[in-house]
């Protein structure tokens, strides 16, 4: 694949800072640190693009916060001009990250979102008997910023541009030179670029059909269990060796007939259902819900639009009594 150049000088072009400051506002615009930001918007986009040009940009604002969702994650947000600047580089090295993409990836791809990756993984159930699901242990703190950097020096000919992705990469580290902040846009994309060095390396090499990754959660399909076998000790070595990078313990080998779970569903060839953690979560959460509303920290609206995003996840499986049980016993409660 040709290598793409001529990169840093359109990331720095007034046009996509300003799509950039528009992608970063996107639903913020009544946060303090937004409202500052566009009070002085021309101001602070030429700051951007003059730090830009000096080759001296700033990095390395974060903002750390801890959820709980479904398990503990620490998230390191950055700063407001921060985002702009992560919008204004993807706007530009996006199109050559989903050229070296394969169809099965998902995550952070326009189209390409967990549903999408919940039906795919549903039509490989209906044709394999057999499933492998493996996951990364601590993904996004194990990946080098070494070995991300020369991977993305097979991809882009730019030297400004790799040199201001390294600036950005060691900004931050969970252990010396490795770690991506979890909550970043160019971490999310770094993560399933790294990645997609497995994708091709289990559809080209070890040639599988039935595969389905969603960020560092994958499946593999097959007709029987013990080429599945061979293809886990495949795997874990490419990993190792390639990306440094462990799987977890946790190696799920079954037939698809007893159900798959992936990404919060149970999948079936025929059927989805909720997995225990996301019917534990729905309800807690509608209850949560529930309590900002009664308390007065939430208006209706507010109440309907959370309530809105939360069902669509639960409306995708087939769980119409489920949902009805929990919304009869939250209203009692309240």
Partial sequence: MKRAGGLYDRIAEPENLRLAYLKAARGKRGKKEVIE???RLDENLRRLRDQLCARAVNVGRYHFFTVHDPKERTICAAAFPERVLHHA??????????????????ACRKGKGLHEAVLRAQSFARRHPWYLKLDIRKYFDSIGHATVLDLLARRFKDADLLALLGRILSSYEMAPGKGLPIGNLISQHLANFYLGHLDHFVKETLRVAGYVRYMDDFVLWASDKHSLKGHLSAITAFLESRLQLRLKDDVQLNRSARGLPFLGYRIFAHRLDLGPRARRRFGRRLAGFEQEFETGRWSESDLARHAEALLSYVRFADSAGFRRQVVAQTSRAS
């Fill in 37 to 39: 930001y566009a009070v």
């Fill in 89 to 106: 580089v993807m706007n530009v090295c996006e199109p050559a990250l989903e050229r070296f993409a394969i169809h099965d990836s998902y």
